[in-house]
């Protein structure tokens, strides 16, 4: 009897233990993921311009995506999503699927002194084409690529005011 009970215990320590090494090994769910605002990348740049003319000069280069917001008190200007398709990620040659991929702009602008500060983030995510993965966005990091785009575009259209 007591080798008998000793043999269960024996098998509820391995398999308690087995457990704790397979949940460890695997994290799953909610816990897994950080809140707030991840995997952003900010590009910034002063201008030698008034802050009205630089609010002026982003939104005609955000001309063509629609606005979320737009609070020149505050200076916040945020875009809608702009959806396209990813130019990095494809599913290869047998499955022949395109992951699809967004964007936001999140831009501040703030006066100081005889500059304006034009800070922009971009929000970039991407959903692949087919498996349970395909009903979700998951955030990955921007190269900070669209950003610098869209400073250049601010400051080429402050050069021809």
């Given amino acids: 009897m007591n080798q008998k009970r000793m043999s269960n215990t024996r098998c509820a320590v391995i398999a308690a233990l087995f457990i704790a090494l397979f949940s460890a ?17 900010g590009v910034s740049r002063y201008f030698d311009k008034d802050v ?8 005609q280069a955000a001309e063509g995506i629609r606005i979320e917001t737009k609070d020149k008190e505050s200076g916040v200007l945020t875009t809608q999503w702009v959806k396209g398709w990813s130019t990095k990620r494809t599913t ?6 395109q992951w699809q991929e967004r964007y936001r702009l999140l831009i501040k602008i703030t006066g100081e002194q005889n500059k304006t500060y034009v800070s ?19 955030r990955t990091t921007s190269d900070g690529a669209l950003e610098r785009e869209f400073l250049q575009k601010v400051e080429n259209i402050l050069s021809n005011m």
């Fill in 92 to 97: 290869g040659l047998v499955l022949e699927g």
């Fill in 25 to 41: 090994a695997f994290p799953i769910g909610c816990a897994t993921r950080s809140g707030g605002l991840r995997n952003m990348t």
């Fill in 52 to 59: 009205n003319r630089v609010w002026d000069a982003v939104t």
């Fill in 120 to 138: 922009v983030n971009a929000q970039i995510e991407e959903k692949p084409p087919g498996g349970s993965q395909a009903y979700r966005w998951s």
